[in-house]
T-cell receptor, first 115, second 109 residues
Framework: GAVVSQHPSWVICKSGTSVKIECRSLDFQATTMFWYRQFPKQSLMLMATSNEGSKATYEQGVEKDKFLINHASLTLSTLTVTSAHPEDSSFYIC???????????FGPGTRLTVT | QKEVEQNSGPLSVPEGAIASLNCTYSDRGSQSFFWYRQYSGKSPELIMFIYSNGDKEDGRFTAQLNKASQYVSLLIRDSQPSDSATYLCASERTDKLIFGTGTRLQVFP
């Protein structure tokens, strides 16, 4: 149990375009989903917390107009990187939390390359 | 001071030995602690979580929590080369996890 999927697993896009990443909890309802970014050889950086049906809570320094998060249902959250630039190239990982349990289950990640 | 601190390593141990990974945290209000394993280029996978003082064992893994000392550790018995990865410690704070920077473990044959 506790399987989280992400799509796509990797994407290459041109500078200035937008990219949407989907995160799905496959076998449980995720009350809360999280979006992280990880640069090479660095730790996870939490970008935002997403609750179903409400606006995402962004961490300090994360541009909410650039990283649009939608949590449409208890099994789906999306992250849209708008007007992507090469510095947005990174490994984006979502995770999901089930109910009031604090353990998070991670998706396999999406590697974004902006050229 | 970082909220969750780990030695970045690498920690090198021979195959079959016990690997001991340590983590300290600063927020005394944290109640739940987690260990994740992350292979290079992959996302983290949950190994164990611990809420109570003392030891918690699961197969070759033992998590230890000492709230008075604000210290969490993970022991891996009979270490295998396949255990070579980065181990992330995390504490819970207001419904989100705070991660340490991770300790890289190398198990050599």
């Amino acid at each position: 149990g506790a399987v989280v999927s992400q799509h796509p697993s990797w994407v290459i896009c041109k500078s200035g375009t937008s990219v949407k990443i989907e995160c799905r909890s496959l076998d449980f309802q995720a009350t809360t989903m999280f979006w992280y970014r990880q640069f090479p050889k660095q730790s996870l950086m939490l970008m935002a917390t997403s609750n179903e049906g409400s606006k995402a809570t962004y961490e300090q320094g994360v541009e909410k107009d650039k990283f649009l998060i939608n949590h449409a249902s208890l099994t789906l959250s999306t992250l849209t990187v708008t007007s992507a630039h090469p510095e947005d190239s990174s490994f984006y990982i979502c995770s999901a939390m089930q109910g009031r349990r604090y353990e998070q289950y991670f998706g396999p990640g999406t590697r974004l390359t902006v050229t | 001071q970082k909220e969750v601190e780990q030695n970045s390593g690498p920690l090198s141990v021979p195959e079959g030995a016990i690997a001991s990974l340590n983590c300290t945290y600063s927020d005394r209000g944290s109640q739940s602690f987690f260990w994740y394993r992350q292979y290079s280029g992959k996302s983290p996978e949950l190994i164990m979580f611990i809420y109570s003082n003392g030891d918690k064992e699961d197969g070759r893994f033992t998590a230890q929590l000492n709230k008075a000392s604000q210290y969490v550790s993970l022991l891996i018995r009979d270490s295998q080369p396949s255990d070579s990865a980065t181990y992330l410690c995390a504490s819970e704070r207001t419904d989100k996890l705070i991660f340490g920077t991770g300790t890289r473990l190398q198990v050599f044959p």
